[in-house]
């Protein structure tokens, strides 16, 4: 069994910061890409960052700049540094992880259960 636990998330006022985690554990054999998904009402989930195994980065447009992903591949943790929140970034955060339980398994995507992030104005 895999499970995913994010951390982090909260409420913010606009131009603040928060630093969301997530602890990938269980039965692991081989880590493979990370990312952060989000999720706002009425819109649908869209990536925010991602991350490969040796470190290489891609961002939504919109968080450029302010946002930065990172991972601890000894503690299978991915992390989302968020800087300069405003408003619009307001939703639930999920993150992901592409892994296979075993040399006899596939690759597959894993979802965390999301954390709340809110920024007021």
């Known amino acids: 069994q895999v499970q995913l636990v994010e951390s982090g998330g909260g409420l913010v006022q606009a131009g603040g910061s928060l630093n969301l985690s997530c602890v990938v554990s269980?039965?692991?054999?081989?880590?493979?890409?990370m990312g952060w998904y989000r999720q706002a009402p009425g819109k649908q989930r869209e990536l925010v960052a991602r991350?490969?195994?040796?470190?290489?980065?891609n961002y939504a447009d919109s968080v450029k700049g302010r946002f930065t992903i990172s991972r601890d591949n000894t503690k299978n943790t991915e992390y989302l540094l968020m800087n300069s929140l405003k408003p619009e970034d307001t939703a639930v955060y999920y993150c992901?992880?592409?892994?296979?339980?075993?040399?006899?398994?596939?690759?597959?995507?894993?979802w965390g259960q999301g954390t709340q992030v809110t920024v007021s104005s």
């Open positions: 992901k992880a592409n892994l296979r339980r075993s040399v006899l398994s596939y690759a597959d995507d894993y």
């Open positions: 269980g039965s692991i054999y081989s880590l493979n890409e």
């Open positions: 991350i490969s195994t040796s470190g290489n980065t």
